[in-house]
């Protein structure tokens, strides 16, 4: 029987480029120059920090543009609240979501389950999620759909077997 999983994975190693590119474009600009305006990677968050809070909202919006051109998916991005540091400076928390936590599996099996198919099964296995389904052609439907579907986490399908 085919089936696939629905995983939420994130490429560490495109996020780590898109912030050296988003640093080395704001150690070049203009509108940052004199602003230590920097983003710090570690492997569950990223750490955005810079001399004003304008500066600090520009420097976001230039990490989600190295986001997008590295074809990450904005959704992996959860931010936290502006926090005032010393000397009127501010920092920022952005953690890096990753994996389909159980309530997002219960989301996307509801949502299996509202398409109808017969012979199209869908459990949650640890942070992934299994569809099995005797034909092709509905697996098929059932990633249409879930490419839709409004979730808080990027979907990417893997593991497709006939």
């Known amino acids: 029987m085919p089936t696939f999983d629905i995983v939420s994975e994130v490429d560490l190693q495109e996020v780590r480029n898109a912030v050296d590119q988003a640093n080395r474009e704001a150690s070049t600009r203009f509108d940052f120059k004199g602003t230590d305006a920097t983003i710090t990677f570690s492997e569950k968050e990223l750490a955005l920090s810079a001399s004003t809070e304008d500066r600090l909202r520009a420097l976001y919006q230039l990490l989600e543009e190295?986001?997008?051109?590295?074809?990450v998916s904005l959704k992996t991005l959860d931010p936290?609240?502006?926090?005032?540091?010393?000397?009127?400076?501010?920092?920022?928390?952005?953690?890096?979501?990753?994996?389909?936590t159980q309530?997002?599996?219960?989301?996307?099996?509801?949502?299996?389950?509202?398409?109808?198919l017969k012979n199209v099964s869908?459990?949650?296995q640890g942070d992934q999620v299994r569809v099995t389904g005797k034909q092709r052609d509905d697996l098929q439907q059932v990633i249409t759909k879930m490419k839709?579907?409004?979730?808080?986490?990027?979907?990417?399908?893997?593991?497709?077997r006939d």
Request: aromatic letters at 4%; proline letters at 2%.
């Open 80 to 100: 936290g609240k502006i926090e005032e540091a010393s000397h009127g400076s501010a920092r920022q928390k952005v953690a890096l979501k990753a994996g389909i």
């Open 148 to 160: 839709e579907a409004n979730l808080d986490v990027p979907l990417q399908f893997t593991n497709f």
């Open 66 to 71: 190295k986001m997008v051109k590295r074809s």
């Open 122 to 124: 869908s459990s949650i």
């Open 103 to 116: 309530d997002v599996g219960k989301q996307i099996n509801k949502a299996i389950k509202e398409m109808g």
